[in-house]
């Protein structure tokens, strides 16, 4: 399941968390599989570093921000009149690992291939993230990496998905928690949680000590009468606790963290936990390995290459924003999922591409194409109902290139409502026989 979904702005605190990656120093020599230029992650004006851009739901702010590519060019030039004014460094010769942003990410998305296509986290304590990718370990390398997955995430050449949850000090981010349970009373740690019996002859409650005896055995405080058989005589209803510094008896205790890096306390249910994330490499990451470059010229941000497909998280955002149009003003608005089977692998490419041209050919202008996921194609068709989106998706499913195997299936999308366009898509293409 997805966690962080492209279209939602990242949390809070991610963001903060990024600000402070933002602020470490990189350091000149990174010892990383993946090289990494110092200070390569400056943002451009006006933009932090780790700044995930329009937030991917919104086509239409991404279309507007057509300074990007211009500074991204800027920097793809190793010259050195391309070192940002006031830098009172003096030029350097461009060192192995002094590669231009766009070239260190596409190492990192090179990667993600070789590895089999998808990346998890590695556990890594010592540093400040907890966690890492690769093997990479430097503070300064692990943040240009996390600025970097998070761009070709918010930019559909990586998928972003949920791996799990880190538990943070909200004071100073550190993940050294100590989570344990203490006295509701006077917060101390030092608490015994024991057995509460119930004895049925008498009906008293008791926690087990109070049933103790010198000789052995177990006596019912309150009648005298013997313990024997548990079941049968009495049962455990459950268990109390004893607070060992103040006296106090209690149910449940209280959860509570403590931060190892800075002594702050919080309450189990006010700390705060960042989500971690696994990410595989998309079709457009794989089209830009292909390429040898990502498309991130102005005219390419918001399509896959030069197909005529909309992005993952451009075209999601297109969805919701017809379906807050239908909602509010009830026009008609469909959605059909096209799930390609190609015939062989290494025809696989070409044979979808033939595909999306006839597709796009038989489409009106105002119908527009979006990429899902590697097999999975989107067809948003304004003011159609259901009835009529299936009369095209019948049309479409009869297209076929010429001397292809290509196997299509779809279906319409049932009706959504805005935020939850993903999860029907998802259900439609798991009563598809997928997913
Ligand atoms: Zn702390
Ligand atoms: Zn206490
Ligand atoms: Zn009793």
């Known amino acids: 399941m997805i966690d962080i979904v492209p279209g939602k ?13 933002a602020q470490t120093p990189r350091p000149a020599t990174i010892p990383s599989p993946i090289p990494v230029r110092p200070g390569a992650s400056r943002p451009p004006p006006g933009r932090s570093a780790t700044d995930p851009g329009p937030p991917p739901g919104r086509a239409g702010e991404a279309a507007t921000r057509s300074d990007e590519p211009a500074a991204e060019g800027r920097r793809r030039s190793p010259s050195p009149a391309a070192a940002p004014a006031g830098d009172s460094h ?19 998305l090179r990667q993600v291939a070789r590895d089999g296509g998808t990346l998890e986290p590695r556990w890594a304590p010592l540093l400040a993230t907890g966690y890492s990718y690769f093997d990479i370990a430097e503070p300064g390398a692990v943040a240009a990496l996390f600025d970097d997955l998070a761009y070709l995430a918010d930019r559909d050449y990586l ?9 943070q000090c909200g004071r100073c981010a550190s993940h ?13 740690s030092n608490i015994e949680g024991s057995a509460l019996l119930h004895h049925f002859r008498c009906g008293y409650v008791g926690a087990v000590e109070r049933f103790e005896t010198t000789q052995g ?35 449940e205790p209280d959860v509570e963290g403590v931060c190892l890096s800075c002594g702050q306390k919080a309450p189990g249910d006010s700390l705060s936990f960042t989500p971690v994330h696994s990410f595989s490499i998309t079709s457009l990451g794989r089209s830009a390995l292909r390429s040898g470059r990502l498309f991130d010229l102005e005219n390419e941000q918001l399509t ?67 990429r899902y996921d590697e097999r999975t194609v989107l067809v948003s068709l304004p003011a159609t109902d259901a009835a009529g989106a299936q009369i095209v998706l019948d ?5 076929r290139p010429p001397g292809s195997g290509l196997t299509v299936d779809g279906t319409v999308v049932a009706t959504a409502a805005p935020d939850q366009v993903e999860q029907a898509v998802m259900t439609a293409l798991a009563q598809r026989g997928r997913q």
């Open 9 to 21: 702005p990242s949390r809070p605190g991610a963001s903060r968390q990024g600000e402070r990656r």
């Open 90 to 108: 003096p030029p350097r010769a461009p060192a192995p690992s002094d590669l231009p942003i766009d070239e260190r990410r596409l190492g990192v």
């Open 159 to 167: 998928r972003r998905e949920h791996f799990d949850r880190l538990v």
């Open 176 to 188: 050294h928690i100590n989570v344990r349970e203490v006295c509701g009373v006077c917060r101390s």
């Open 217 to 251: 055995g177990r006596v019912c405080p309150k009648c005298d009468g013997r313990l024997q058989f548990l079941g049968t005589d009495h049962e455990v209803v459950g268990e109390t606790f004893e607070c060992r510094t103040c006296g106090a008896s209690f149910d």
């Open 304 to 370: 896959e290459g030069a197909l005529p497909l909309y992005r993952r998280s451009v075209f999601l955002g297109m969805a919701r924003d017809e379906l807050r149009k239908q909602q509010r003003y009830g026009i008609a608005f469909s959605l059909l999922v096209l799930s390609l089977t190609p015939s062989d692998p290494d025809t696989a490419v070409r044979e979808e591409h033939q595909f999306v041209a006839l597709v796009r050919d038989t489409l009106r202008l105002v119908d527009q194409l979006g």
């Open 395 to 399: 049309r479409l499913l009869a297209l």
